[in-house]
């Protein structure tokens, strides 16, 4: 089994519908992240969470909101998805006090029509 | 943001040519990483120099930091096909809290 498993892998939806991506890890890191990528622009931190209890904005969370469910799981939703929120979104896991080094999922690719 | 900016954004060369990528950020770091996408795919990270190191080395890879010039550069040498995929650099600001990407160079190795 992957380390980080994103669902769903791909997502099709129109605008206006609430979509949620879900995260879950099984290496047991407190640290998880979500990012956004974009053809050309590299990755854009939406939202981190360094403990179950600790929630934090990144560059680009307007739209966007998350839950910390438990250590290993953490969801990234949409409430009214826009065709500008396509992308290719990637849950992150680190671990504290090991410098920062990120391990990823394999993404999950959405489309808002 | 602390972002990194990475040059060149392409890169083509011939199997078992070196391939060199640099990267240059703003403000002070706490550590610089590199990591490989291949298409679509998830990033992977390859390797971390802090900021009070100069060299460090990973099989066919070679990574310096200059903090004076605020710059860094990733070397892959004898290129492989496999090495096709794009890469990425990452801040660790002073503060340690998050990772700040570049925009990536994307590296095609012809056979």
């Known amino acids: 089994d992957a380390d980080v498993t994103q669902t769903p892998r791909n997502r099709i939806t129109k605008t206006g519908k609430r979509i949620m991506l879900e995260c879950s890890q099984t290496k047991g890191h407190d640290r998880m992240y979500w990012y956004r990528q974009d053809p050309g622009l590299g990755l854009q931190l939406i939202y981190y969470s360094f403990d179950v209890k600790d929630i934090n904005k990144g560059e680009i969370s307007d739209g966007y909101s998350v839950s910390r469910q438990a250590q290993a799981k953490f969801s990234l939703s949409l409430e009214s998805a826009i065709p500008n929120q396509t992308a290719l979104y990637f849950c992150a896991i680190s671990r504290t006090g090991k410098s920062g080094e990120l391990f990823f999922g394999e993404g999950s690719r959405l489309t808002v029509l | 943001s602390q972002q990194g900016e990475e040059d060149p954004q392409a890169l083509s060369i011939q199997e078992g040519e070196n391939a060199t990528m640099n990267c240059s950020y703003k403000?002070?770091?706490?550590?610089l990483q590199w990591y490989r996408q291949n298409s679509g795919r998830g990033l992977v990270h390859l390797i971390l120099i802090r900021s009070n190191e100069r060299e460090k080395h990973s099989g066919r890879l070679r990574v310096t930091l200059d903090t004076s010039k605020k710059s860094s550069s990733l070397l892959i040498t004898a290129s492989r096909a496999a090495d096709t995929a794009s890469y990425f650099c990452?801040?660790?600001?002073?503060?340690?809290?998050?990772?700040?990407f570049g925009k990536g160079t994307m590296l095609l190795v012809s056979p």
């Open positions: 990452a801040i660790m600001n002073s503060g340690y809290s998050t990772l700040t």
């Open positions: 403000t002070s770091i706490n550590n």
